[in-house]
């Protein structure tokens, strides 16, 4: 192949010298097209890690004031819970906002709900993947598209305070976080 690149332009009056600066300036004008577009690629990543750590900082942070809690061994929130989700999908309306203006895109919001440590550990599971469930319906219900958003269960694998031996450190554990993926 490269024998008849050669012929056709030596048939055409070009040189060999020439010919070969011309694919060694279209080599090095591909390899800097290549290495600007890496590097443009990995400053976009950074950028958007940057933003999602700053978003899930946030919706942690509000996660954790607007906590709703589950009435023990219960997927059932407890009463008073409808302001405090409302607030929620607020919070996810502005990240998702921010995401946007961060050109983050493809993401999701991942609901992961948590046990505290009584009980076996295939029923705490099992259990905090339906109190993830319930929040992320609670979520829709108040505007959030449901494609955008997943329930994770975590059982009593993240607790929040170790050890919960009091009630009040058991029901601590009993909560979901939000979080963003991509």
């Known amino acids: 192949m490269r024998t008849h690149i050669l012929a056709i332009a030596l048939s055409l ?3 060999a010298p020439t010919f070969a600066q011309i694919n060694m300036d279209a080599l090095k004008k591909e390899a800097t097209k ?7 690629k990995e400053g976009e990543k950074k950028a958007n890690e940057a933003v999602i750590k700053k978003v899930n900082a946030k919706l942690l942070a509000e996660g954790r004031k607007n906590q709703c809690a589950f009435k023990t061994d219960s997927d059932e929130l407890m009463p008073g ?8 999908a607020n919070q996810l309306v502005q990240a998702k906002k921010a995401l946007d203006q961060g050109n983050v895109r493809n993401f999701k919001f991942v609901v992961s709900g948590h046990t505290d440590s ?11 993947k339906k109190r993830a469930a319930v929040v992320v319906r609670e979520l829709v219900a108040k505007g959030i598209d449901q494609k955008e958003i997943e329930p994770v269960g975590m059982g009593s ?3 929040l305070v170790k050890p919960d031996d009091t009630e009040a450190k058991r029901k601590k554990n009993r ?3 939000i979080q963003v993926k991509l």
């Open 13 to 15: 009056g070009v040189s």
């Open 34 to 40: 290549e290495a600007t577009k890496t590097a443009e």
């Open 81 to 88: 819970c409808d302001g405090k989700m409302k607030k929620l």
């Open 118 to 128: 009584t009980g076996k550990a295939e029923h705490n599971k099992e259990l905090s």
């Open 157 to 159: 694998e993240a607790m």
């Open 175 to 177: 909560r979901y976080e």
